[in-house]
């Protein structure tokens, strides 16, 4: 079953622009990272945020962290026609499961 | 330095037929963990392996069954293939159990009529 959901399922915006994804979790998590998908290839990596961090930032990626409300958001600042592709949160949750959640993921289409 | 790779990219079988996928993980990780993508969902959790063992499994029948060798390469398999079991199935490494960063393959997209 998936852990949570991202928000919007899909978003379009012009190519400069930021854009902002969101992702709800049920349980306690340890972790939550972020993930890129292209084309229904193999997912990559973006950033991950500890339980006790509330911000995080690599290159032009902003990651929020909000464990009262379980939800984490996703920043991309300057979009460009490459970062077109699904965004999945996933979490661990700290009951010592060694496995990932995934959220629905978020299509994201930048418009040159 | 390879990344995770897996074989065969694609394939198409038959309902009630068998499939084994394959997994060879990134350099230096013992981990490997595959995920059932289904067209349009996130990855679901199947199961890790780790020192040839099966650590930690997610709410899949037993026909979904694996295999870790000694070298840390890993093997997926599913008997008894239902219509249900098309999907993109993505294998994953990573160095130890503690989750952090998942280095994931291409996948294989595995078709059943």
Redesign the interface.
């Known amino acids: 079953s998936q852990q949570g959901e991202e928000d919007p399922q899909a978003l379009s915006i012009q190519e400069g622009e930021n854009a902002t994804m969101n992702c709800s979790y049920k349980t306690s998590i340890n972790n939550l990272q972020w993930y890129r998908q292209n084309s229904g290839r193999g997912l990559v990596h973006l950033i991950l945020i500890r339980s006790n961090e509330r911000e995080k930032h690599s290159g032009r990626l902003r990651v929020t962290l909000d464990t009262s409300k379980k939800s984490s958001s996703l920043l991309i600042t300057a979009s460009r026609a490459a970062d077109t592709a699904s965004y999945f949160c996933a979490t661990e949750d700290n009951f010592g499961n060694e496995k990932l959640t995934f959220g629905t993921g978020t299509r994201l289409t930048i418009i040159p | 330095d390879a990344g ?1 790779t897996q074989s065969p990219t694609h394939l198409i079988k038959t309902r009630g037929q068998q499939v084994t996928l394959r997994c060879s993980p990134k350099s230096g990780h013992d981990t490997v ?1 595959w ?1 059932q ?1 289904a ?1 349009g ?5 199947i199961f ?1 392996y780790y020192e040839e063992e099966e ?2 499994r ?2 899949f029948p037993d026909r979904f069954s694996g295999h870790q060798f000694p070298n840390y390469s890993s093997e997926l398999n599913v008997n008894a293939l239902l219509l249900g079991d098309s999907a ?1 199935y ?1 294998c ?1 490494s990573s160095a130890g ?11 294989s ?1 595995l078709t059943v009529l």
Not at chain 2, 41 to 45: E, I, R, S, V
């Open positions: 995770v963990s995920y993508q067209l969902q996130g990855p679901q959790f890790q650590r930690q997610g709410n993109l993505l994953a159990l503690t989750n952090g960063e998942l280095f994931f393959g291409e996948g997209r």
